[in-house]
């Protein structure tokens, strides 16, 4: 898988939309990314898995922001799941991992949901 190459692969699990990334989240891919998820973020919670993420720029961060923004003003949550070690970095560089909710399993995701 090079560098330009991501695969996205949706579920619908009723109330929340379950999401798996796999390659680089850039600003080669970060459009088609947002373009995929954005339009759940105000109807469904975004369970979005980042473990096998290999790359996270600037430009995927700010995909992230906007999910969360978006989100957010509708009542409905993005979780991170299971955050690649180099996705778990930018993230704290950035701050904003006091922004996101990030837990280990998809399990661990369903207990947030279930406890808002």
């Known amino acids: 898988m090079t560098e330009a190459e991501f695969k ?5 699990l009723g109330d929340s939309v379950y999401i798996t990334l796999q390659g680089a989240f850039n600003s080669t891919t970060a459009q088609a990314i947002k373009q ?4 759940h973020a ?7 898995e980042l473990s096998q993420v290999t790359i996270l720029s600037s430009a995927g961060v700010g995909v992230l922001f906007e999910v969360v923004d978006v989100s957010s003003h509708e009542g409905k949550k993005l979780i991170i799941i299971n955050p690649s070690e180099r996705v778990r970095q930018v993230i704290n560089l950035t701050g904003f991992n006091e922004i996101f909710s990030i837990v280990p399993t998809l399990a661990d995701a369903k207990k947030i949901l279930a406890q808002a």
Request: aromatic share 0%; net charge negative; no cysteine.
């Open 8 to 12: 996205l692969e949706k579920e619908d």
């Open 42 to 48: 105000s109807q469904k919670n975004i369970l979005l």
């Open 36 to 39: 995929e998820i954005l339009p």
